[in-house]
């Protein structure tokens, strides 16, 4: 709005220039804020688990002489505890996914590896929800990239799917190669039956610390970050992330990536003579 009131005045004069500057202005009014909004998220999810530990540890103090107050407090003085690890650990993984290149040590990495590591990370949670997950279609495929923020990007999904789904319910993932113009794309898709996502929220998930539901995704141990970097991810390989969801039946989320050999390809034929 503020780009185009200026546009309009000095349209006039015929300036390109000055309506670039002004475009350019606004940008980076757009990056701070977001940088502020990040700072005001960030501060705002710590206080939760922190203020919390420090009315719990008066508690403790207050209940010396009741030996099952004290135990019961203890326990929730874990729960936040491992909150704040969790955010912080997600804190670090989204810097690091945001300022690391992660092409500078890229290799194929082979899917099923991926999928393995990704199903051992959600392994407890989806046996206590006696969920089962099933991969298929991953054999002989390979991705280009870096193995630990792909793992990170992988595992992310597949904790979502079982998060986000009740109990005796089925997460899938599978894997298969596309014909791509610009060489071969590495299709992986997690399918969960849960409870899905509307189509208003689906466009906004991806954005750091939005939840559709923040009691919920606090009582799984959330952060909001989990999408963020999987987007990011995405992105920094060349690929993307895209979801489909329909309410109350469940949500696939699909990681497009570059696929390992078309990769080698292009750049090899990039460096032969043209
Ligand atoms: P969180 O740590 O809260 O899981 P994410 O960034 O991973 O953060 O996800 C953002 C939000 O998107 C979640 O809080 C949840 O509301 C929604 N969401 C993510 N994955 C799923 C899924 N598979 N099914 C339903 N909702 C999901």
Redesign the pocket.
Known sequence: GEALAVSARVAPLGSRLVLLLVEDLTEARRIEAVRRDFVANVSHELKTPTGALSLLSEAVMDASDDPEAVTRFAGRMQIEATRLTNLVQELIDLSRVQNDDPLEDAEPVRVDELVAEAIDRSRHPASTKQITMAAGGTADLYVWGNRGQLAAALG?LVE??V??SPARTRVGIAGRRIAAPGGDLIEIAVT?Q????SEK?RER?FERF????PA??RA?G???????IVKHVAASHGGEVTVW?SEGQG?T?TLRLPEAGAVRDRASAGRGPV
């Open positions: 992310n979502n799917a998060n986000y969960d849960g409870i899905g996502i929220d998930v939005y939840r559709v539901d919920r995704s799984t959330g952060t909001g970050l989990g999408l963020a969801s949500s989320f």
